[in-house]
């Protein structure tokens, strides 16, 4: 069991080959320990041990090997091609999102790739997301600051737009100036 577990090609492998190996040469070692060391749950351990007794040494090996999931969805051509066509402006006008670009990906390959997929081809390429920076409101022509302040009403111009007030706002009842700390010893 020495030699398969060294012989392991991923981690899930050698945990499994390590937790049958401990537990058949230290019957007494406890299953909750063994499960926190390698850091997996207690199922996990159980599911192991059920394998290995029901399906033997097999049950153990990592059956995933050679699966590395799905292959890539665009090869070097279309990588090429993506990188050729982003050179120039989207269809619709605009600037390269991810959406768009996935949008090109499903046309050319006829594989549907999310949002996420699309942007990470981006940074593959080299390209990054660029971003305008903002401009500052004084920055803008006197109509614009007029038209802002129409829209949103939110820019004073003579800067007297002071909406305080005497009152208070906490209601009917309170009154500025009439709360008194109260002392914690009680009168004797």
Not at 15 to 26: N, S, V
Not at 78 to 103: F, I, N, Y
């Amino acid at each position: 069991m020495l030699q398969r577990q060294r012989a392991a090609t991923t981690i899930d492998e050698r945990d499994r080959w390590f937790a049958i190996r401990t537990l058949t040469r230290q019957p007494e070692y406890s299953r909750a320990q063994l499960a926190d060391q390698l850091g997996r749950a207690k199922s996990w351990l159980s599911r192991i041990i059920r394998l290995y007794n029901e399906h033997g040494p097999e049950a153990i090996e990592d059956r995933r090997k050679g699966r590395a999931g799905q292959p890539p969805a665009l090869n070097a051509a279309h990588r090429a091609l993506l990188d050729e066509r982003l050179q120039s402006a989207p269809d619709d006008g605009g600037e390269w999102t991810g959406s768009k670009v996935a949008e090109w990906i499903e046309t050319q390959t006829g594989r549907r790739v999310d949002t996420t997929t699309a942007r990470l081809y981006l940074h593959r390429l080299g390209y990054s997301r660029q971003k305008g920076r903002p401009v500052h409101p004084k920055a803008a022509s006197e109509e614009e600051q007029l038209e802002q302040q129409k829209k949103f009403g939110r820019w004073s111009k003579n800067g007297n737009s002071s909406t305080r007030t005497n009152e208070s706002s906490s209601g009917v009842r309170t009154k500025r100036g009439t709360a008194r700390k109260v002392s914690s010893a009680e009168p004797g």
